[in-house]
């Protein structure tokens, strides 16, 4: 079957940084995005990874190992507005995207 | 340029109701999608289309039913609500189907079924 775990909820605290992990289980694969979310509003596009390694783009990274269906979002120098949710999502073999729940990051001064 | 649009922002329906929900792009997009988006779980795919006059089902198509006569808009509609459609719906779009394009979120539609 297909599927995507990541943490329901991480805290950290501004100026810090965060790593958030995900592991996916997809029918084929086309890419991993990230997404963030804040709290009754959209979802908007944050990366996306097809080859391993690590992706930096200003203060969020995003990694992908394929041979351990893996990836996490980091964040670095957290400011009270990253407060939202971060949605994983696997793009399978029919360049369908798997969601994952989410995970709900809290930031605390 | 708005992107995408949803209307209404929130519903609250009897059951039993007929109920449209509308999305609006104008991004020119050709592949469309709504889901659903359920506290505790992942965004749930329930129909697509990938160009004007096609529509597919996604993972949660039961209940719902869509139509792309044009480009813009992909409504989807619940013929006869029930509770457990209560939800928040999303539309969305991407430029071309069948790729890795990156998909873009309408601000959804907050859908309580009585």
Not at chain 1, 74 to 103: F, H, P, R, V
Request: proline share 4%; hydrophobic share 35%; with cysteine.
């Amino acid at each position: 079957g297909q599927n995507i775990d990541q943490p329901t909820e991480m805290t950290a605290t501004e100026g810090a940084i965060v790593q958030i992990n995900c592991t996916y289980q997809t029918s084929g694969f086309n890419g991993l995005f990230w997404y963030q979310q804040h709290a009754g509003e959209a979802p908007t596009f944050l990366s996306y990874n097809v080859l391993d390694g690590l992706e930096e783009k200003g203060r969020f990274s995003s990694f992908l190992s394929r041979s351990k269906g893996y990836s996490y979002l980091l964040l670095k120098e957290l400011q009270m507005k990253d407060s939202a949710s971060y949605l994983c999502a696997s793009m399978d073999s029919n360049y369908q995207l798997i969601w994952g729940a989410g995970t709900k990051l809290i930031i605390k001064p | 340029i708005a992107g995408i649009t949803q209307a209404p922002t929130s519903q609250i329906l009897a059951a039993g109701r007929r109920m449209t929900l509308r999305c609006t792009q104008d991004m020119r997009h050709n592949a469309m999608y709504w889901y659903r988006q359920d506290l505790g779980l992942g965004l749930r795919l329930i129909h697509y289309s990938n160009t004007a006059g096609t529509t597919g089902k996604g993972e949660v198509p039961d209940g719902y039913s869509v139509s792309r006569a044009n480009t813009d808009d992909f409504p989807l509609t619940l013929a006869s609500a029930v509770p457990s459609q209560t939800s928040v719906y999303f539309c969305a779009s991407s430029a071309v189907a069948g790729s890795t394009d990156t998909q873009y979120f309408g601000p959804g539609t907050r859908l309580t079924v009585l």
